[in-house]
């Protein structure tokens, strides 16, 4: 239990705080210190968010943030800068990707440059008594790697792993727990799950988020909290993948899986997921495998729900070369090269604009690699696709439903649930038009 009296007599406020990362955790994370008049410094590689933020803008689509932001930038709490500077916290919000496929199990093993990237940018301005918390999720390990990285950039600092809690740098992780889209509510009534190196590490992390999380503060160390985003998020992937497996299932069988699932849920203790086109996002569709790289013969059951989500989009894929067949069959005097397809939602999730990782946007982009005809696109949170999506054409709703042969729903964003295609040449993998 934390000794709050403990926290009270050794309380150093926190005058300015660096987020170092301003995505869709880092931004509004500073944001949110910023709304509670702390100087925040945002850091970022990427000058063009730099920029938009220091004009009162974002340059990431999540309700309620611009509002917030611009208010902070306005009043003097927040800038953004691409150089770290002094300040009494550094919380680090940067990506984990995964590095190429180069072992015979086919198991992703996790990049954390970016981390380390980050602990060497801070490390020169970084001063007796800070406070450094990783928020990216990140493998069981790598908030210790993290400090041996600080520690060999900074020997004349003394850290946790070494010194103990008479350290001169406390360290700390606390994975981000919010859902996009809700994040300014989450980021504030969500529990948070700290995990300090040591006990005087946690002290101090929760003496930095009370700032402005109204929810519970649980200490644990940085490992265990390491584990339990991974945890949470595998938990999730495992329960779709049952819900994707049964879809595919159903298909063959001939039986209609919504309804399926529907009678399935009214036994009071069973909540079976529903479908979809695959898993996407910066977390569901990644964080298991942290657990798979570090644990291959121990997380089968893990391993496998990945791959049934995995394979998810080449099965849609391959319903769509189907319908294809299907409708030159019936219209012969057609080719191929003149049958529109509309994919409706490119997002991984929604009502959002984020394409990280997204099952549909792959989808898209294969139908569009092996159909010689159109392939359209239609996503109400996306005004211009970025450059490297390439022969998919962006176009509103009404246009994609006149001009399109064949109909993929693979995101229900609220624009398209008060719609209703009715169409022969319809596949619907969020069971919204069926």
């Not at 500073?30 to 938009?52: C, Y």
């Not at 036994?267 to 990644?286: D, E, K």
């Not at 391993?303 to 030159?328: C, G, M, Y």
């Not at 696109?377 to 006149?402: H, M, Q, S, T, W």
């Amino acid at each position: 239990m934390l000794n709050w009296e403990s926290v009270e007599k050794n309380k150093m406020s926190f005058e300015t705080i660096s987020v170092v990362g301003l995505g869709y955790i880092g931004l509004p994370t500073a944001a949110m210190f910023a709304s509670r008049k702390k100087k925040v410094i945002g850091v970022d590689v990427n000058q063009h968010a730099v920029d938009t933020i220091n004009k009162g803008q974002i340059h990431i689509v999540e309700p309620d943030l611009d509002m917030i932001v611009h208010a902070a930038v306005t009043e003097g709490y927040l800038k953004a800068t691409t150089i770290p500077e002094p300040a009494d916290a550094f919380l680090i919000a940067v990506p984990t990707p995964f590095l190429p496929i180069v072992n015979k199990n086919d198991i992703p093993a996790p990049d954390l440059k970016y981390i380390e990237s980050a602990a060497k940018a801070i490390a020169p301005v970084l001063k007796r008594d800070d406070l450094v918390i990783l928020e990216s999720t990140s493998p069981v390990g790598a908030t210790e790697q993290m400090a041996e990285w600080l520690e060999q950039a900074r020997p004349d600092l003394t850290f946790p792993q070494t010194e103990g809690e008479n350290s001169d740098i406390r360290i700390a992780h606390c994975p981000e727990r919010v859902l996009p889209g809700h994040v300014v509510r989450e980021l504030v009534e969500n529990d948070r799950v700290i995990g300090g190196m040591t006990a005087k590490c946690s002290e101090r992390s929760v003496e930095l988020y009370k700032t402005f999380v109204k929810g519970d503060c649980v200490i644990t160390n940085s490992r265990t909290a390491e584990m339990a985003k991974l945890t949470e998020n595998s938990c999730r992937d495992v329960q779709i993948a049952f819900a994707n497996e049964l879809s595919i299932i159903c298909d063959k069988l001939d039986i209609d899986v919504w309804e399926l699932i529907s009678l399935a849920n009214r036994h009071p203790r069973i909540n079976i997921l529903q479908p979809g086109p695959g898993v996407g996002g910066h977390c569901i569709a990644v964080d298991p495998w942290f657990i798979v790289a570090k644990t291959p013969e121990q997380a089968k059951l893990i391993h496998t729900a990945r791959k049934v989500n995995d394979s998810k989009p080449e099965w849609v894929v391959d319903k769509v070369k189907i319908a294809i067949a299907d409708f030159l069959q019936v219209n012969p005097n057609k080719t191929a090269k003149e049958v529109t397809i509309a994919c409706y939602g490119l997002a991984f999730k929604p009502d959002i604009d984020d394409l990280r990782e997204s099952p549909a946007l792959q989808i898209a982009q294969n139908i569009a690699k092996l159909h010689s005809g159109l392939t359209l696109g239609v996503e109400p949170n996306i005004r211009v696709l970025p450059n490297y999506i390439e022969n998919i054409e962006l176009l509103d709703f009404e246009v994609a439903r006149k001009e399109a042969d064949i109909h993929l729903m693979l995101v229900d964003h609220k624009e398209f649930k008060n719609e209703k295609i009715k169409n022969k040449y319809l596949i619907d993998t969020k069971g919204i038009w069926n």
